[in-house]
T-cell receptor, first 117, second 115 residues
Framework: EADIYQTPRYLVIGTGKKITLECSQT?????MYWYQQDPGMELHLIHY???????EKGDLSSESTVSRIRTEHFPLTLESARPSHTSQYLC????????????????FGQGTRLTVV | AQSVAQPEDQVNVAEGNPLTVKCTYS??????LFWYVQYPNRGLQFLLK??????LVKGSYGFEAEFNKSQTSFHLKKPSALVSDSALYFC?????????????FGGGTRLMVKP
């Protein structure tokens, strides 16, 4: 069983509030990711990290920010939530790629379903 | 660039019948291909992957997938469906040359298995 945790599972907040979605993994993985998923839609990568102090923006533009101060922790922050941020947010991690022929799957948290009213 | 397509939004199958969930991909290099399943109120779970070797890959819960390079497909299959297989299935691809290990996911296919 993969050990990657997201909190909270569900969150309903008012417009303009600052929120942080937590993601932690106990597998020692270097790479971590945040994906955004609208119901029935594909996943979009919004942030990723290759390791401590490394963060990059993903394919989908997002007003959120991330930090990676510790290997196991990759929180996502919205400074001022808006209704357009209503979505499901999935955190994932994977280990460093090995040599030729290796491929590493990502392990996903259960997701945080965010509703901004 | 890499992309993946799941042409069916939903697949309906009777319990005990074989099931197929389709996936086609596009990458510039060699593909790493994955299938994930998402049960209601759960996170994504890894099912199986293709890296190299045998084109038929076996995974969790009796699922298998066949890599077809000429058709750029990686269809998910199971010989006999169970009601408990009902879930959302995602195909994903990563270009071997993509050192970032980032996956591109398809839009998902909802599998409904009727008793």
């Amino acid at each position: 069983e993969a050990d990657i945790y997201q909190t909270p599972r569900y969150l309903v907040i008012g417009t303009g509030k600052k929120i942080t979605l937590e993601c932690s993994q106990t597998m020692g993985h270097d790479k971590m990711y945040w994906y955004q998923q609208d119901p029935g839609m594909e996943l979009h990568l919004i942030h990723y990290s290759y390791g401590v102090n490394s963060t990059e923006k993903g394919d989908l533009s997002s007003e959120s920010t991330v930090s990676r101060i510790r290997t196991e922790h990759f929180p996502l922050t919205l400074e001022s939530a808006r209704p357009s941020h209503t979505s499901q947010y999935l955190c994932a991690s994977s280990s460093r790629t090995g040599g030729v022929g290796s491929g590493t799957e990502a392990f996903f948290g259960q997701g945080t379903r965010l509703t901004v009213v | 660039a890499q992309s993946v397509a799941q042409p069916e939004d939903q697949v309906n199958v009777a319990e005990g019948n074989p099931l197929t969930v389709k996936c086609t991909y596009s990458v510039s290099g060699n593909p790493y291909l994955f299938w994930y399943v998402q049960y209601p109120n759960r996170g994504l779970q890894f099912l199986l992957k293709y890296i190299t070797g045998d084109n038929l890959v076996k995974g969790s819960y009796g699922f298998e997938a066949e890599f077809n390079k000429s058709q750029t497909s990686f269809h998910l299959k199971k010989p006999s469906a169970l009601v408990s297989d009902s879930a959302l299935y995602f195909c994903a691809v990563r270009d071997f040359n993509n050192a970032g290990n980032m996956l591109t996911f398809g839009g998902g296919t909802r599998l409904m298995v009727k008793p």
